[in-house]
């Protein structure tokens, strides 16, 4: 197995306790989110099936209940900003936008549990939201946590437009206790990283884990390849900080998926779903489920990945290697002793054919079991037989990796990256004989 597995695994078990009491999101979360694809778009008039309405989210709701994503795992339908009224009603509450909503919240709620789905708010904790419909103040904060837990909401994601960070330093807490005084489970999302940089010493990772069940800590993904891009690169530069971060009950969130929308490839749409994989980050879609393309449909719900995501470890995954060529190697340990790793192409020229063997990775010795996660391949392969993947531009092979029962402890540079390169001495030599 890895060398780095054993260490992760024992920090994963020593800060368990430290995450949010709450008993929600011990795997990461999974289903549809409105913001990314739908945005804010109130022309009920002359868009009604996008605009943002209860109709939109039955619609939403219909299709993970009957076109197979509820059993894999996707069941939050979460409302994002624009959904309520410009007004608090007259005793102070928060209210849903009467023409828009006009069965209210919920009507939504319940509309989602008889399907066996969730439904998920968005809230501001500054004085408006970042769309500029009403937020939550300091004094309001337990009257609106009452308010979701009445209209019993399963999640809640708390924004920062409009605040200021000593507001934030006593919203986020405050909001928390407030959201387990109701006595209703709602998992808590927090925005407040991303408002600080993202990084210490603004940000206080241990805290957060007591607080929240995930937090979002880059800038919002656009419907674009750079976007997914920068996400990436950020999250794995700084994976020192946030790896030890994410756990069960604990995630680091790198945002929405795009896959299915306009802005991707379909290479483009398997490395995210890949990478976020890796990462054990929320696989919450944004996209058109009425209309979706059975080749990003295949992406989001292929089982494998799907599984490697769910893994209950809920350990994050690092990039072990950063090749000057282009490529990038990312690993994660599974339960039962597997392993995960991603061969990323940040070339835009063509399939590059990368040779390694997983003894150059820090694997033991034995014999493995790969599981080609999107050719849906299996084979075998030892430790010390040379192979190559051919990695589309932008893409990804993604393996699934059954492991021998024993951990190599051989030292890993802080940052995850193995001591010498993958390719070894003879990259320029005759390719090796497994060609994967």
Known sequence: MHAAALLLVSAALCSATWALDNGEMRVPPMGWLAWERFRCDLDCEHDPKNCISENLFIDMA???FEDG???????YVNIDDCWSSMK??????LQADPQRFPRGIRFLSRYMHARGLKLGLYGDMGT??????PGTTLDEIVLDAQTFADWEVDMFKFDGCYSNATVQEQGYPLMSKALNATGRPIAYSCSWPAYQGGLPPKVNYTQLGQLCNLWRNYGDIQDSWDSVLNIIEWFFENQDVLAPAAGPGKWNDPDMLIIGDFGLSMDQSRAQMALWAIMAA???????LRTISSGARSILQNKMAII???????????RIIKEKIGIDVFWRPLSKNASALVFFSRRNDMPYRYQTSLGKLNYTTGSYEIHDVFAQKTTTLKDSTPFVVSVNPTGVVMWHVSAPAKWNRRPF????GRRGSALGDGEGNAIPPVFL
């Not at 994503?69 to 069941?75: A, D, F, H, I, P």
């Open 69 to 75: 994503w509820r059993e894999l795992g996707y069941v």
């Open 62 to 64: 219909d299709r993970l």
């Open 282 to 288: 929320p696989l919450f879609m944004s996209n058109d």
């Open 413 to 416: 540079h802080q940052g995850g």
């Open 88 to 93: 608090r009603d007259e005793k102070g509450r």
């Open 128 to 133: 408006h939201t970042c769309g500029g419909y």
């Open 308 to 318: 490697i995501n769910q893994d209950p470890l809920g350990i994050q995954g690092r």
